[in-house]
């Protein structure tokens, strides 16, 4: 339960960051936030494997909406959010 509960702090804290770096740097109109979402991952946790996974995607708010940014965003628009989230 501690590292859940430090897994989702970290994540806050990450995504507080990219926000602010993204609103910093990228000066088009198009894109308002990107955010790094996580998933438990529990298909392939056994019985004797109780190690956690989770599965991590970026999104992007576009007009208000969650879209994920994998196949829907220019080489433009890649290369900033890749920065960002390192710098984060």
């Not at 989770?54 to 999104?59: A, E, F, K, N």
Request: with cysteine; glycine share 6%; hydrophobic share 35%.
């Amino acid at each position: 339960k501690a590292m859940v509960d430090f897994h989702r702090k970290r994540m806050e804290d990450i995504n507080r960051l990219i926000g602010d770096f993204w609103k910093a740097t990228y000066r088009g109109k198009d894109i308002e936030s990107i955010r790094i979402v996580t998933g438990d991952d529990t298909s392939n946790e056994s019985a004797t494997d109780k190690r956690k996974t989770y599965d991590y995607r970026v999104v992007m708010r576009k007009e208000g909406v969650e879209l994920d940014m994998r196949g829907r965003c220019s080489a433009g628009q890649k290369v900033p959010a890749c920065l960002v989230i390192r710098l984060a």
